[in-house]
């Protein structure tokens, strides 16, 4: 599989990002990273165009499921305490998250199957030590947090959310992983 440096990746996020929160949808089929106008998958099968608030959820919740999986690698095999702390943050956030969003489909979305094809966008840690660690998570997460602004920024603009919560709990991991994805930038040019 080709992966993509994530300076490129985020380049190209960063532009569909701007012309979402503008208001326009790339238009479809003229975008070369992705016949949906947005890049269709980062490594992965999973589309990034959210269509509805069940369909942001259920796509939300395994993206979140792999990043606290990889963080729980980071933080027991970084040698670097603002990684491990940053990593059991990630652990402790996004496990709150999943819980609610789980909470909110058994609630508002009762018998529907909430499965996605979900193809990871991270590649496989174990094995990896020290630095080497350190940059592999770094270089995957930036792109994988970028994923989640997208989603979040596409449910938001597009006013999909059917429930005000979903609203505000979408513009929190929007604005937090933009933050922590500048923080990570940060630490891999060190």
Not at 119 to 129: I, K, S, V, W
Not at 141 to 151: E, F, L
Not at 158 to 183: G, K, Y
């Amino acid at each position: 599989m080709h992966r993509r440096t994530p300076l490129l990746v985020v380049a190209i996020l960063l532009t569909d990002i701007t012309t979402i929160s503008c208001g326009d949808e790339p238009s479809r089929g003229t975008n070369p990273v992705g016949p949906t106008g947005l890049m269709d998958t980062m490594g992965g099968g999973m589309s990034m165009t959210v269509v509805s608030e069940f369909d942001y959820l259920t796509r939300v919740i395994p993206h979140h499921q792999e990043a606290i999986a990889t963080a729980g690698l980071l933080q027991r095999g970084s040698q670097r305490a603002e990684l491990r702390a940053f990593a059991a943050s990630i652990v402790t956030t996004q496990s709150a998250e999943v819980a609610q969003m789980n909470a909110w489909l058994a609630t508002w979305y009762p018998g529907r199957d909430t499965r996605v094809d979900y193809q990871p966008m991270m590649r496989e840690l174990t094995g990896l030590t020290g630095g080497a660690l350190d940059k592999a998570f770094l270089e995957d997460t930036i792109p994988h947090h970028m994923m989640a602004v997208m989603m979040s920024q596409q449910l938001i603009v597009r006013n999909l959310a059917q429930h005000p919560a979903v609203m505000s709990f979408a513009a929190n991991i929007r604005d937090t992983q933009r933050a922590e994805i500048q923080m990570m930038t940060a630490w891999l040019r060190e």
